[in-house]
């Protein structure tokens, strides 16, 4: 099959001043597609052909190509990863296109993921997040019996849920906003449906949503494209359930070195 | 008092924020509609209504002051959130789609600035009397000094004006459609059997409270409502 390709190409990393830089969308035309291949190996060939003519080939993010790693996405047609529900970049297929088609390929557009290179944009910033609290803090030494602490069945599929987040950004990408509301209601959700993460639940969401703040990424309008993007299908509950945790947390707080009023201690 | 200024600067605080003015604000659209659903009532009972409030003298300005409080924050926070967000996106998508956002919740800064558009114009044809003074002087003629009746109906039976109350219905409508489940979202009620009668309901109270506006803006150019000679 044939395809006309619109790309992103972009030389120069996006700074705070100048997040354009000398990107720019390129034309390319690819006549042996196969429908079998993936929307990558299609990149591949494409750029087989670019640097068999001498010129720079289009720089993409991949690693697994199975759909678990996070690594891949990109914005097609102006949807992250794709026509495809549930389904990463990767493993994305050119079945899901018409022959002849006009394919539109950018990077995820947000101020927090500067764009590296043409598609590759730097998402250190979900990586400052988790940093942030998203993790419990335990003693490290030998495991304890998988059922000393136990756990309802229904919790943990909620947990679980939240737990398949590969961190792809794609949410970020969707979002008329730029907001990461379903990333850190993933990490928040995940935690605070288990026992060992109910321990630092109140210095998880805060810490989470500052760390969020601090990075520059948008505010939630509850228009859920995120969550129709999503390779992993995170609902958007785990974002009410983040602002839930985060509105708990700031009613308990108490202000640093106060003492508390009318309580017993 | 830092410690709520904080709150307010951060994304969660500020979406909150939205959502308890939102709450708030419909609260007093509800309020209106019922008061204004009392043109149908005839001049009496509608005037005596406009005169129970006109007297209650403290208590009516705790309210409109409140209300301009809650407004002013609605639309502060509004302005905020969307210049935060408008700079998290500097760069747009050359070729832009959605897969299952509403046109409602696409457009809630348009119908917003459109409805504070439609307020500024409303509180100065029927509360300080500016665009149509020859109307507002009908407010003072009636019995007890109240006829809020003949002031209703005489601008009504403007097409124009008819015509531009009945318009902002619309907004208001794509407004609240989006803006009710939202805040349910925001205030963190997402719940499998809930959620989606949130939705229905959000549909079926923002088509009620634009519904009834629309009616009191064209009864009585249907003939419905009788203008006050």
């Known amino acids: ?265 | 008092m830092t410690w709520l200024f904080d709150f307010w600067r951060s994304s969660i605080g500020g979406k909150v924020t939205m959502a308890v003015t939102g709450l708030l604000l419909f609260g007093f659209v509800v309020a209106h509609l019922l008061g204004n659903l009392q043109l149908f009532a005839g001049p009496e009972r509608l005037n005596a209504y406009a005169k129970m409030l006109a007297d209650s003298g403290a208590l009516l300005w705790v309210a409109r002051i409140g209300l301009l409080v809650v407004f002013v924050v609605h639309v502060v926070t509004a302005i905020r959130l969307s210049r935060a967000n408008k700079s998290a996106r500097p760069v747009a998508y050359q070729h832009e789609d959605t897969v299952q956002a509403t046109f409602a919740s696409r457009s809630m800064v348009f119908s917003g600035l459109s409805l504070l558009a439609f307020v500024v114009y409303h509180l100065l044809h029927f509360t300080f009397g500016v665009t149509n003074p020859e109307h507002f002087a009908r407010k003072g003629v009636g019995a007890g000094g109240h006829d809020v009746y003949a002031m209703v109906t005489t601008s009504f039976a403007v097409p124009a004006i008819a015509i531009a109350y009945a318009a902002f219905q619309i907004v208001l409508f794509l407004h609240l459609r989006h803006g009710i489940q939202s805040l349910a979202q925001t205030l963190g009620l997402n719940h499998g059997r809930l959620t989606p009668l949130i939705g229905k309901l959000s549909v079926l109270l923002a088509a009620l409270i634009a519904g009834g506006n629309l009616l009191l803006a064209l009864s009585v150019q249907l003939g419905v409502v009788k203008v006050a000679s």
């Open chain 1, 1 to 265: 099959m044939k395809v006309v390709l619109h790309i992103w190409r972009q030389t120069k990393r996006s700074t705070e001043q100048d997040h354009k830089q000398d990107g720019r969308m390129v034309r390319y035309e690819l006549a042996d597609v196969s429908p079998d291949m993936s929307f990558l190996e299609m990149l591949d060939v494409l750029n087989e052909h670019l640097i068999g003519r001498g010129e720079e080939p289009v720089a993409f993010d991949h690693d697994c190509r199975e759909g678990i790693c996070g690594s891949c996405g990109v914005v097609i047609d102006g949807v992250p990863h794709g026509p495809e529900r549930g389904t990463t970049t990767c493993q994305l297929h050119m079945r899901s296109f018409q022959d002849g088609a006009e394919i539109w390929i950018e990077p995820w557009r947000a101020a927090a993921f500067p764009v590296v290179r043409d598609l590759v944009v730097d998402r250190s910033a979900f990586d400052r997040i988790v940093q942030a609290g998203a993790y419990i803090s335990v003693n490290t030494g030998a495991p304890q019996d998988a059922n000393a602490i136990p756990v309802p069945k229904a919790d943990a599929d909620r947990a679980f849920d939240a737990a398949t987040c590969i961190g792809c950004g794609a949410c970020v990408a969707a979002c008329k906003n730029a907001s990461a509301m379903l990333f850190v209601g993933a990490k928040v959700s995940h935690f605070a449906h288990l026992p060992q993460g109910r321990v630092e639940r109140e210095r998880r969401a805060r810490n989470l949503v500052a760390a969020m703040d601090a990075e520059g990424f948008g505010n939630c309008t509850n228009q859920y494209e995120c969550e129709a993007v999503c390779p992993k299908e995170i609902p958007v509950r785990v974002i009410a359930e983040m602002n839930r945790e985060y509105l708990r947390a700031k009613v308990i707080e108490q202000p640093a070195g106060g003492k508390q009023i009318g309580g017993h201690g």
